[in-house]
């Protein structure tokens, strides 16, 4: 058994059939948890769609409304990269509650993980790259409605810039964005995030990994936030389709490990949303995923150390 939860519903596969998004992922990730003993089924809890007035405070009302009645121009529909259907909403809803979940199991127990979510593409106005609704700023701005929390830091480690999560939370001080992305890659411009890191063509884990901990490093020297949600996308990975870096599975372990660790010892709640992955073998995509869960066990388990030693 997990020492936080799991959050993941069957309707968040999209649907997409053969397509690089993968979306089959999530029901494989849960599984694969399942079947090697990593979580158990009582680790897992089944969000409700998100409310539309959850979604509203991120997303405009036309844009909602388009999405909701089937109304969307072939032109917005080309931009999101996914083709539109029922099923596709509903999946995007859900995701979004699962994110907002995802942040309230994280205030209590200090962790947990969306089996899903992180479509930081998402704009208020538009969809785009494979990206509808923006699940983490919902949350965020559910959990700040309900007075949870004040400030929120979203540190987003998938190799494409977090252009939603910039334009949506650009100019608000109680929302620190860091991305670290490659630079020559979509989304083309990249509307500034608190932090932008944009990185090189080709680096591998040594160089990506000294970055990282120099921005998580003066991230948390510069913002204390309440909650910080993880944009954990495996598409930094050397065989990505629709990634440039060269970061290998232990790489990428060690970069989970690293936000973790920053987190906690700032003692910041995380919540993990999953983002992109689009490896050539779906099973490293797959791999790439259940290790960001193992990595939060842990830090969960070195948590619990730490906090056993100081009663003792
Ligand atoms: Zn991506």
Not at 131 to 144: G, N, P
Not at 148 to 154: G, L, Q
Not at 237 to 244: A, H
Not at 271 to 297: E, K, M, Q, S
Request: overall charge negative; some cysteine; aromatic content about 8%.
């Amino acid at each position: 058994m997990l020492p936080f939860k799991l959050i993941y519903h069957e309707g968040y596969d999209l649907n997409l059939g053969a397509h690089v998004f993968p979306s089959q992922k999530y029901r494989m990730i849960r599984d694969t948890l399942l079947q090697d003993g990593i979580a158990a089924a009582e680790d897992f809890f089944s969000p409700e769609p998100a409310n539309d007035q959850d979604v509203l405070r991120v997303h405009s009302q036309e844009y909602v409304y388009k999405l909701k009645t089937g109304t969307l121009s072939q032109t917005e529909i080309l931009r999101m990269e996914v083709p539109y259907s029922r099923k596709l909403i509903e999946a995007c809803w859900l995701a979004a509650g699962g994110s907002v979940l995802a942040g309230r199991c994280a205030l209590e127990d200090g962790w947990a993980a969306n089996i899903g979510g992180g479509f930081h593409h998402a704009c208020p106005d538009h969809g785009e790259g494979f990206c509808v609704i923006h699940d983490v700023a919902v949350a965020i701005r559910r959990l700040q409605f309900d007075g949870a929390i004040e400030r929120a830091m979203v540190v987003d480690a998938d190799v494409h810039q977090g252009n939603g999560t910039a334009v949506i939370f650009g100019g608000d001080l109680d929302v620190y964005t860091l991305s670290l992305h490659q630079e020559h890659n979509y989304p083309f411009p990249k509307p500034p995030s608190t932090v932008d890191v944009d990185l090189p063509d080709g680096i591998g884990d040594e160089q990506y990994l000294a970055i990282l901990e120099k921005h998580l490093h003066q991230a948390f020297h510069d913002f204390s936030p309440n909650i910080v949600f993880y944009v954990a996308g495996a598409d930094p990975y050397r065989e990505d389709q629709l990634g440039g870096l060269a970061l290998t599975l232990a790489g990428l372990a060690r970069r989970d490990a690293l936000v973790f660790d920053y987190a906690r010892r700032n003692e910041a709640p995380v919540a993990i949303t999953l983002a992109g992955g689009y490896a050539r073998r779906v099973a490293d995509t797959i791999a790439i995923h259940v290790g960001t869960i193992v990595a939060a066990r842990e830090a969960a388990r070195h948590d619990a150390d730490r906090a056993k030693s100081r009663v003792q």
